[in-house]
């Protein structure tokens, strides 16, 4: 039975949880900005971000422009280890000390707005700017960063999935690349003629390995949580037939020979230099709007286009899952309304037309037409075609977010989990999910046994 803590962690919970990770990751317990101050005589506002290297640059690029806007806060940006941050963040929310702001990526918003450890946005917004984000932001970011009908996060853009393809390849099997395939069929039959294989049947070059489970669900019009009633949808049948599509194809090309194929590949971090799609392993290949600048950088004369994942018969035009990087206010920072304003310079919500130049300068795609029609991103999509693809995807109302549930992060490395065994061939599609679903109500139980609500 609940009490009075109202679902939220304890402090000593929390210190627990935060000192254990911190542990693990062989963290210390004492944190320091230790950041040069420009502005000293302004306002601090302390900003965490998990960018490094060339995103490192850019996000301190556009905090110096935020300082250089407005003459009341100074943004201080500190980029805090990907593998740790998590960690650090707990840490300084238990210290009594977080950041004023930070950028997060990771499935741990609903966890961290369930146990208290969030700034609800709506306590900082005006009813004008909430209006502006529910009318002019596309679906998908209305539905992103919220928990519980409460806005804790902002939306910085998508990360969408899309089909990157070789004309070169196609008009060597004779299928034409001005005509993409508009259904999941008729792309299937294609890919078995841009298949190459060596004398001994080994893969020698993929044509198209369609893969991750969160993508193909909501094209085959199925997903994993439903909206009007707040139900996960997991063992559903749009669900199970995304699947074992996925493990029909993995099991057509050979389970053996896709491990072999994909293990003798360069390693790529997404930096882009070894990315297998650059040297012609793939046909068509899955992936993010990142890589157009990418490719301009380290391919610049690589013919490539882009085109949305067909669905297949019956399914869901352009839908698919979208992840996005948020900003978000931690419970407790010094400075939420320097904070907020901040938020409100990068991502648009204020001057889009300003923002749109800082959404180009990261490779991320705008959150509302205001941005995408400025014209700074207008000239940029004319340099880049390939952008309108995705541009088409972000405005889409059949993406769809992670499920905001406060077991989030659990919930989508088993999601994962039941792809893998299913595509690996340990189990059929529909043990898999009914594994899924016993795993979820598992978890629920535990935490029900802590007292929380779900």
Known sequence: MATERDNRLTRREILASGLGMAAALGLSGCWSDGARRAY?????????????AEWQAVVERIADRFNRSQARYEVVPLSVPASGADAKY??????????????????VLPTWAENGALTSLDELMTPAERAWTERETYPVF??????????????????????????????????????????????????DRLHQFDRSGQLKRIGFLPQYFTQFAPLFGGGFYDERTGALTLNTP????????????????????????????????????????????????????????????????????????????GGRRLAGWATSDMLLVPRGSRQPQ?????????????????????????????????????????????KHPALRTFLELAASPNLVAPPPVPFQAYLVDHIS????????GTRPPEQALVGLEAD???????????????
């Not at 000293?40 to 490094?52: A, G, N, Q, Y």
């Not at 804790?152 to 005509?179: E, Q, V």
């Not at 923002?355 to 940029?380: C, H, M, N």
């Open 40 to 52: 000293p005589d302004r306002i601090p506002v302390r900003f965490w971000h998990m960018w490094t």
């Open 90 to 107: 707990l840490l300084a929310i238990t210290g009594g000390d977080p950041p004023d702001v930070m950028a997060q990526w990771n499935p």
């Open 142 to 191: 209305r539905r992103a960063g919220i928990f519980r009908g409460r806005r804790y996060a902002m939306p910085l853009g998508p990360n969408i999935s899309a089909c990157f393809y070789r004309p070169d390849h196609f008009r060597k099997a004779g299928l034409d690349p001005d005509r993409f395939p508009e259904d999941l069929e008729t792309l299937v039959q294609w890919a």
């Open 238 to 313: 749009p669900n199970r037939r995304a699947l074992t599509f996925l493990a029909d194809y993995r099991r057509k090309l050979g389970f053996g020979n896709v491990i072999r194929f994909t293990s003798g590949l360069a390693g790529d971090t997404s930096g882009g230099v070894d990315w297998p799609f650059l040297s012609g392993a793939y046909s068509i290949t899955q992936d993010g709007q990142w890589r157009i600048e990418q490719l301009e950088k380290f391919a610049p004369h690589l013919e490539y286009r882009t085109a949305p994942l067909p669905p297949p018969a």
């Open 338 to 382: 320097g904070a907020w304003e901040f938020i409100k310079f990068w991502s648009g919500l204020e001057r889009p037309e300003r923002a749109a130049e800082f959404y180009l300068w990261g490779g991320w795609l705008p959150i509302a037409d205001a941005i995408a029609y400025a014209p700074v991103y207008q000239s940029y999509i004319q």
């Open 417 to 424: 989990r039941a792809e893998d065994l299913a595509v690996r």
């Open 440 to 454: 979820i109500a598992k978890e629920r139980a535990r935490r029900k046994e802590l007292g929380y609500a779900d």
